[in-house]
């Protein structure tokens, strides 16, 4: 995991004695992984990609080649993003999109209205601020439920209720009268 993050490269050594450029590249601190024997005079190893520059000096002392296989982890990710700016320019918009729609009233829902219209409770809504698209509210929910039990006379108790981007409003209506 520490690997990918930092970034790491996966190398292909060749020369008469390629175990001696490995033994020189363990005396001078460079981690080697995965270390595998491909031919006769060659092998193949991951080291961390600061390392590389490194190991250009050592390999002209014992006389070998070395070549990157593959470029593995999240800075030649970032790099290879980076040089797609419509990928990240889209990405930073779809985050800023995502974090303005959070602050607002995505969806309303109106429970248990039987005789009362459900346009009637959405529009007294509409009268104390919370509607789709609307901000969240900044007054509290308990004086938004009011405002919304007094605008008709039918309704004997309402709750608002407010769950990430969606108000659920419920509504218990009186009894008809006999």
């Not at 961390?48 to 000096?57: D, I, M, Q, S």
């Not at 080649?65 to 930073?92: C, K, N, Q, S, Y």
Request: overall charge positive.
């Amino acid at each position: 995991m520490w690997q990918l993050i930092r970034g790491y490269v996966i190398i292909h050594i060749s020369g008469r004695k390629p175990e001696r450029l490995l033994e020189r590249m363990r005396e001078s601190g460079i981690a080697l992984r995965g270390v595998r024997q491909t031919g006769p005079y060659e092998v193949e190893a991951s080291i961390p990609a600061r390392a590389f520059r490194r190991l250009h000096g050592i390999a002209r002392k014992t006389r070998c080649r070395v070549h990157i296989v593959r470029r593995r982890g999240l800075p030649f990710e970032a790099r290879r993003l980076f040089r797609r700016p419509a990928l990240w320019i889209t990405a930073l918009l779809v985050l800023g999109l995502m974090i303005f729609s959070s602050t607002r009233v995505l969806c309303v829902r109106v429970d248990g209205t039987d005789r009362v219209p459900e346009a009637l409770v959405l529009r007294a809504l509409r009268e104390n601020g919370v509607y789709v698209g609307a901000a969240k509210p900044e007054k509290d929910l308990r004086s938004i439920a009011a405002g919304v039990r007094g605008y008709d006379e039918r309704i004997a108790w309402a709750e608002v209720e407010l769950h990430g981007v969606i108000a659920t409003v419920t509504i218990v209506e009186k009894e008809r009268d006999i």
